[in-house]
C-alpha cells in the first residue's frame, strides 16, 4: 500500500494497523504485536496488553532500563526489550507516531534483522498528517568516548542523516569491518536486511544461562572463530536442528552473508534504532567506532541533552539582510488589503507550502508609539498578533489570479503568550505554520515571533480567508 501522502516536512503515521507475530530470542515465546496508528505528536509507544491496566512505555532514551545485548525500555513493571530492529525500521520509514500493542516483555527477533518489520510498514503504508516534523540541526559536533570499551562516538552538523560505523573484535574470520549509510532513504535496501550475529564461543553461556531460548539459526549469524570440539558441537546440536559446525573457523551451518560486511551493516542498523530513541528528528553525520547498545545509549542521551539546552536556537529561522526577500512591501500590497498605516509586514524571506517567515522593523516613527506609553515605547501585543496574521496570509491566500483580492477575518485566538516586549529598534522574525491544511477558507496557523533569538510571542490563530467581489459584479 502506498502513503497518502510523502511530504518529509509533516509527521506521519500508519495507514492502517498492522501485525507482526513472532518469537523472543529470550524467553522462546510467541509474541504477538500489532501497531496501530497515533496521533500527531504521540511519538512512538509500547503497550504491555498482557499486563493490569495495559501500561504503556514511550520509546525514550530516558526510558531505558537495561542495554545487555538488547536495548529495552521499562517504566515501573512495564518492559520491553529487544526494541532496536523495530525503532530502526520505524525511524528510516519516516513512522513518527504509532501504537504498538505487545503481549510479551520483548519484540519478536523474527529473522535477526529490521527487514520484516520493513516489510509490514510498507504493507500498510503511512498515512501524513497535519503536525509538521520539526528536524533539529546540531549546533556543534557532540563526541561521546568510553575509554574502557575502546569505543569513540560523534555527531557533527550535516544537512542530511549520514553513518559511519566501524567493528573490530579481534576475530580473524570477522576482521575490521567497515560500514556506511550516506542517505537514511538508502536503508531499506543497504541496511535493513542485515541479521544480528554472536560467536559460537558465547552460545554455551546463553543457553546455559537460559538467556536465548528463541535462538535457532535461522535468527542470528553464529561466527566460529575459534575451533569446535566434538563434545562442544554435541552439547549444542541439542538447541539447533541440523547443525553443521565448521571443522576450522568461519560461519555456522556455512552461512552466506547478504553482504561482505553484514556484521557492520547490523551494528549500524543498531545505531539507528538507539539513536531514534533521542525522541527528537536530528540532522547529523554519525560516525561510530566499537559501539554497542550501552555506549549508543549514553550517546543517544547526550545528543538529547543536547538538543533540549539548543532547541529554541534551533528553533529561529535565519535572517540573511543581504538575501534578496521573496516578496517585498510592494509586492505584498498586491496580495494583502492593508495599507500604511496599517501593513504590519516589511518582506518575506522564506516560504512552502507549511510556513511562511517574514520580517518587521520595529522603528520610533510607528504611529502607535505617540500614544501608547508614551517615553516608554512598547509595541501593543494585539499589533504583534496582527503582523503575524498578516504574515500568515501572505501564505494562505490564493494567488492563482493577481486579479483577485481576498480579506481576512480573525475567527479564534488561543494559547496567547507575551513573553517580552518588543521597543523600537527591534526586528520582529515572524513565523507562521498551517496546524491543518485550508478547507473551506478556514485558516488554522500557529504563529511564534523571535526577538532577539528569544520567543517574545506565541498564539494559536483562526481566520477566514473571504474572496472580495469585484466592483463591476
Same mark, same amino acid.
Given at each position: 500500500?502506498?502513503?497518502?501522502?510523502?511530504?518529509?516536512?509533516?509527521?506521519?503515521?500508519?495507514?492502517?494497523?498492522?501485525?507482526?507475530?513472532?518469537?523472543?530470542?529470550?524467553?522462546?515465546?510467541?509474541?504477538?504485536?500489532?501497531?496501530?496508528?497515533?496521533?500527531q505528536?504521540?511519538?512512538?509507544?509500547?503497550?504491555?496488553?498482557?499486563?493490569?491496566?495495559?501500561?504503556?512505555?514511550?520509546?525514550?532514551?530516558?526510558?531505558?532500563?537495561?542495554?545487555?545485548?538488547?536495548?529495552?525500555?521499562?517504566v515501573?513493571?512495564?518492559?520491553?526489550?529487544?526494541i532496536?530492529?523495530?525503532?530502526?525500521?520505524?525511524y528510516?520509514?519516516?513512522? %513518527? +507516531?504509532? &501504537? =504498538?500493542?505487545?503481549?510479551?516483555a520483548?519484540?519478536? @527477533?523474527?529473522?535477526?534483522?529490521?527487514?520484516?518489520?520493513? #516489510?509490514?510498514?510498507?504493507?500498510?503504508?503511512?498515512?501524513q498528517?497535519?503536525?509538521?516534523?520539526?528536524?533539529y540541526?546540531?549546533?556543534?559536533?557532540?563526541?561521546?568516548?568510553?575509554?574502557?570499551?575502546?569505543?569513540?562516538?560523534?555527531?557533527?552538523?550535516?544537512?542530511?542523516?549520514?553513518?559511519?560505523?566501524?567493528?573490530?573484535?579481534?576475530?580473524?574470520?570477522?576482521?575490521?569491518?567497515?560500514?556506511?549509510?550516506?542517505?537514511?532513504?538508502?536503508?531499506?535496501?543497504?541496511?535493513?536486511?542485515?541479521?544480528?550475529?554472536?560467536?559460537?564461543?558465547?552460545?554455551?553461556?546463553?543457553? %546455559? +544461562?537460559? &538467556? =536465548?531460548?528463541?535462538?535457532?539459526?535461522?535468527?542470528? @549469524?553464529?561466527?566460529?572463530?575459534?575451533?569446535v570440539?566434538? #563434545?562442544?558441537?554435541?552439547?549444542?546440536?541439542?538447541?539447533?536442528?541440523?547443525?553443521?559446525?565448521?571443522?576450522?573457523?568461519?560461519?555456522?551451518?556455512?552461512?552466506?552473508?547478504?553482504?561482505?560486511?553484514?556484521?557492520?551493516?547490523?551494528k549500524?542498523?543498531?545505531?539507528?534504532?538507539?539513536?531514534?530513541?533521542?525522541?527528537?528528528?536530528?540532522?547529523?553525520?554519525?560516525?561510530?567506532n566499537?559501539?554497542?547498545?550501552?555506549?549508543?545509549?549514553?550517546?543517544?542521551?547526550?545528543?538529547?541533552?543536547h538538543?533540549?539546552?539548543?532547541?529554541?536556537k534551533?528553533?529561529?529561522p535565519?535572517? %540573511?539582510?543581504?538575501?534578496?526577500?521573496?516578496?517585498?512591501?510592494?509586492a505584498?500590497e498586491?496580495?494583502?488589503?492593508?495599507?500604511?498605516?496599517?501593513?504590519?509586514?516589511?518582506?518575506?524571506?522564506?516560504?512552502?507550502?507549511?510556513?511562511?517567515?517574514?520580517?518587521?522593523?520595529?522603528?520610533?516613527?510607528e504611529?502607535?508609539?505617540?500614544?501608547?506609553?508614551?517615553?516608554?515605547?512598547?509595541?501593543?501585543?494585539?499589533?504583534?498578533?496582527?503582523?503575524?496574521?498578516?504574515?500568515?496570509?501572505?501564505?494562505?491566500?490564493p494567488?492563482?489570479?493577481?486579479?483577485?483580492q481576498y480579506?481576512?477575518?480573525?475567527?479564534?485566538?488561543?494559547?496567547?503568550?507575551?513573553?517580552?516586549?518588543?521597543?523600537?529598534?527591534?526586528?520582529?522574525?515572524?513565523?507562521?505554520e498551517?496546524?491543518?491544511?485550508?478547507?473551506?477558507g478556514?485558516?488554522?496557523?500557529?504563529?511564534?515571533?523571535?526577538?532577539n533569538?528569544?520567543?517574545?510571542?506565541?498564539?494559536?490563530?483562526?481566520?477566514?480567508?473571504?474572496?472580495?467581489?469585484?466592483?463591476?459584479?
Amino acid at each position: 500500500m502506498q502513503s497518502e501522502n510523502n511530504c518529509p516536512g509533516y509527521q506521519h503515521t500508519l495507514a492502517a494497523e498492522v501485525s507482526v507475530n513472532g518469537v523472543g530470542i529470550h524467553s522462546g515465546q510467541l509474541v504477538q504485536m500489532l501497531l496501530k496508528p497515533a496521533d500527531q505528536n504521540t511519538g512512538i509507544v509500547f503497550q504491555r496488553v498482557d499486563l493490569p491496566g495495559k501500561p504503556t512505555v514511550k520509546a525514550d532514551v530516558d526510558n531505558v532500563v537495561e542495554t545487555t545485548r538488547s536495548t529495552t525500555i521499562g517504566v515501573g513493571e512495564a518492559r520491553i526489550s529487544t526494541i532496536e530492529h523495530l525503532m530502526a525500521a520505524l525511524y528510516a520509514n519516516g513512522v %513518527d +507516531n504509532v &501504537l =504498538i500493542e505487545i503481549d510479551a516483555a520483548e519484540v519478536p @527477533i523474527l529473522d535477526g534483522s529490521a527487514a520484516p518489520f520493513v #516489510e509490514a510498514i510498507q504493507r500498510t503504508g503511512r498515512k501524513q498528517q497535519a503536525a509538521q516534523k520539526v528536524y533539529y540541526t546540531l549546533q556543534h559536533n557532540i563526541v561521546f568516548v568510553d575509554d574502557d570499551k575502546k569505543v569513540e562516538m560523534v555527531a557533527m552538523p550535516y544537512d542530511g542523516y549520514r553513518i559511519n560505523t566501524l567493528i573490530d573484535f579481534n576475530s580473524a574470520v570477522l576482521g575490521t569491518q567497515h560500514a556506511s549509510l550516506k542517505n537514511i532513504e538508502e536503508f531499506n535496501d543497504q541496511v535493513a536486511s542485515c541479521r544480528t550475529f554472536c560467536f559460537f564461543h558465547e552460545l554455551e553461556y546463553l543457553f %546455559d +544461562n537460559n &538467556l =536465548i531460548k528463541g535462538g535457532n539459526k535461522d535468527n542470528a @549469524i553464529v561466527v566460529v572463530d575459534k575451533p569446535v570440539t566434538e #563434545e562442544q558441537a554435541a552439547k549444542l546440536g541439542k538447541y539447533f536442528d541440523g547443525i553443521a559446525v565448521p571443522t576450522d573457523t568461519g560461519y555456522l551451518n556455512n552461512e552466506t552473508l547478504r553482504f561482505d560486511n553484514e556484521p557492520a551493516r547490523h551494528k549500524l542498523l543498531d545505531v539507528i534504532g538507539d539513536l531514534a530513541l533521542v525522541g527528537m528528528p536530528f540532522r547529523a553525520h554519525i560516525i561510530a567506532n566499537k559501539p554497542g547498545h550501552a555506549t549508543n545509549v549514553a550517546f543517544a542521551k547526550k545528543i538529547k541533552e543536547h538538543i533540549k539546552k539548543n532547541k529554541l536556537k534551533a528553533d529561529v529561522p535565519p535572517y %540573511d539582510i543581504e538575501k534578496p526577500p521573496l516578496y517585498d512591501v510592494h509586492a505584498i500590497e498586491r496580495i494583502l488589503p492593508h495599507r500604511y498605516p496599517f501593513l504590519m509586514v516589511d518582506k518575506i524571506i522564506e516560504m512552502t507550502p507549511s510556513y511562511v517567515i517574514g520580517i518587521k522593523n520595529v522603528t520610533y516613527n510607528e504611529p502607535f508609539f505617540q500614544g501608547h506609553f508614551p517615553g516608554n515605547c512598547v509595541m501593543p501585543g494585539v499589533l504583534m498578533v496582527e503582523a503575524l496574521a498578516q504574515c500568515g496570509g501572505i501564505l494562505a491566500i490564493p494567488k492563482d489570479n493577481p486579479d483577485d483580492q481576498y480579506d481576512t477575518y480573525f475567527i479564534k485566538i488561543d494559547n496567547c503568550k507575551f513573553k517580552q516586549k518588543v521597543v523600537p529598534g527591534d526586528t520582529l522574525l515572524l513565523k507562521m505554520e498551517l496546524m491543518n491544511p485550508v478547507r473551506r477558507g478556514i485558516c488554522e496557523m500557529k504563529g511564534t515571533i523571535f526577538v532577539n533569538n528569544k520567543i517574545a510571542v506565541e498564539a494559536e490563530l483562526v481566520a477566514q480567508i473571504v474572496k472580495r467581489p469585484k466592483k463591476d459584479d
